[in-house]
């Protein structure tokens, strides 16, 4: 098993940065392909970003590509997001998972574990 504890979310205006950090215990995530995902209230689960096992490969949706990065420090067992040029549009609780799995890699039915969620608020 995998817990994942999601971090470094606020509010900030629009136009600001804020870096996402997800700490993995229990395993390394070294192996592990990581996603994030987001959930605005009322809204259904979204895919973010993801990379795989190795750091090397990335992949984001649409709205993100540009101002957003994903990042993995196996060493650190850790996962991270930096946000940047933030839009009042991004605002949502963010969620870290994570796979040991190969299949649809933006879908959330692929992760197999999850953080609690941090709230990213930005305002206009």
């Known amino acids: 098993q995998v817990q994942l504890v999601e971090s470094g979310g606020g509010l900030v205006q629009a136009g600001g940065s804020l870096r996402l950090s997800c700490a993995a215990s229990?395993?390394?995530?070294?192996?592990?392909?990581m996603g994030w995902f987001r959930q605005a209230p009322g809204k259904e689960r979204e895919f973010v970003a993801t990379?795989?096992?190795?750091?090397?490969?990335?992949y984001y949706t649409n709205s993100v590509k540009g101002r957003f990065t994903i990042s993995k420090d196996n060493a650190k067992t850790t996962a991270y997001l930096q946000m940047n040029s933030l839009k009042p549009e991004d605002t949502a609780v963010y969620y870290c998972?994570?796979?040991?799995?190969?299949?649809?890699?933006?879908?959330?039915?692929?992760?197999?574990?999850w953080g609690q969620g941090t709230q990213v608020t930005v305002s206009s």
């Open positions: 990379i795989n096992w190795s750091g090397q490969s990335t």
């Open positions: 998972a994570a796979t040991l799995k190969a299949g649809i890699i933006s879908s959330s039915v692929f992760y197999d574990y």
């Open positions: 229990g395993r390394t995530i070294g192996s592990y392909r």
